[in-house]
């Protein structure tokens, strides 16, 4: 049995008379790639923010790297990496800059700032943009970079918010390549998506329909379980039932 | 405290990458310690004068030329009848009125007695209400000038008078710039340390980066000393900047001692600075803050003791005004500077500004959510 290492249980978040979540329950396992994917306002995000720490559940219970999402919010930090769905680094600092920062506030020791930004802009090239204010780069460079960033501290698990959403389809297979590379190297991928491409391309998925999982396993599987060949056609059988509009 | 220098870096490179608001720094206050004391002025001259005079006598022309005279009036004309003289009120022309009535020099000498009519726009009271009073002494100046012409000659008939002379001390000239140049650089530093601060968090709420500062394990103490290092120089800056130019500009030099000024200032930036964090704990977007900010700079200005004194408010006002820190802050700029008051003396205000400083930076650390 492999390590578990996000583990939640009937977790939920209601406002008001609105339950956003419910009662979701789910595992996952150490170095996995965990596609999270639902309708537009199924709850992924608000199902995301408990398990970051972002946001107080209103029932349930869930562990993050083996830390409770109520009491240890601080631990859990400190083991995630996290890119939002915004874009969220400072677009009025250099990529240098960026970098610097964040490694600073993770803790990092200036040798070890110093070596992870030379890989980093390496491995991402951008080696004549290092110096220039992130605000200049284009979209698709500023997703890789701030997915690099949430991987300077390496952190056991990485949080993506939609981390695709508004690329054009080769950087969106680049950005693939990025999340297979951290994957390798035993990172945790939780990832939400609407590209039921990329569903693909993760090793287990679940899909949320107003604000509860309603099928978990992996893609295959989940063809097989509704005698389809596309994840599309899975999505679509699932999100027909969504009472929730937009 | 390693965490602390990745902030300020940070905070200073954008502080500094941001034209504006390094315009908006530094040239606010010299504009404003420019312009400001020069037109927020209290002196009240060229007061319209109309005068309606049904007497014609040589009584009633030195009445009339001894007001003109006097430098605070500007005579608008002689009207014929009051009616006429009120049309120059109605169309703003004449800001008083003064009726001579006939038999004004008869009546004067041999009854010894004689009123006169004085009419006052009150539209705009201040005017009004100096104008009024300047009239009326010197009426009574000249009053009590025939009185003593004519007594004299009448041997040691010479009516009582108790003459009231007064010294101002602090402000001999009772120069008002002298009084309003301090008031308004705390007025300044107040508004750069407040609004710079509020503002700067509740951008990093809309921008979205405060939400990754928050999946991060950073002590929220730490942000928030982070935000308010910076604020707190670049509002030392400015104030260093005021004093220079108050100096340069109007030869106000501090008469008390400066480090009595900057410890003061030290301590209320921070209480300043705190609640500057606190609304912006409790505001999403820019405007928000903004609108509360301004709610709240309004009550700190108009009821901090700069234009109106805080003794002569109603009870009420003056509770406000306790809760106000600009007040103790505008109080000790001018003890310090024109009265050269030390640490003992600005003791009471410097521990209700202490108080201030604790409540509103707990209130906000507490405030600040990193889990909502």
Redesign the interface.
Known sequence: MREVVINTNKLTKRFGDFTAVNEITFEVYNGEIFGFLGANGAGKTTAMRMLIGLSKPTSGSATVAGFDVYKQTENIKKNIGYMSQKFSLYEDLTVLENISFYGGIYGLSDAQIKTKSDELITSLGLQNEAKKLVASLPLGWKQKLSFSVALLHEPKIVFLDEPTGGVDPLTRRQFWDLIYAASDKGVTIFVTTHYLDEAEYCNRISIMVDGKIEALDSPENLKKQFNTHSMDEVFYELARGAKRVE | M??I???L??EF??IF??RTILIMIMVMPVMQLLILPLAANYDVKDINLSVVDHDHSSFSQKLISKITTSGYFRLQGYNASFKNAFQLIESDKADLILEIPEGFERNLVRKNEQKVFIAVNAINGTKAGLGGAYLTQIIGNFNSDIRLQWQQGKGNNLPPIIDITSSNWFNPFLNYRIFMVPGILAILVTMVGGFLTALNIVKEKE???I????????KKQYFILGKLIPFWILANVVFTIGLLISWLVYQIVPLGNIFVLYGFIWLFLLAVLGFGLLISTYSDTQQQAMLIMFFFMMIFILMGGLFTPIESMPGWAKVIARFNPLSYMIDVMRMVILKGSGWKDILPQLWKIALFAVVLNTWAILNYR???
């Open positions: 390693r965490t220098k990745f902030l870096r940070k490179k954008q990458r941001n921008v979205g980066t939400e990754q500062i928050n999946v991060t394990p950073i990193k889990t909502a």
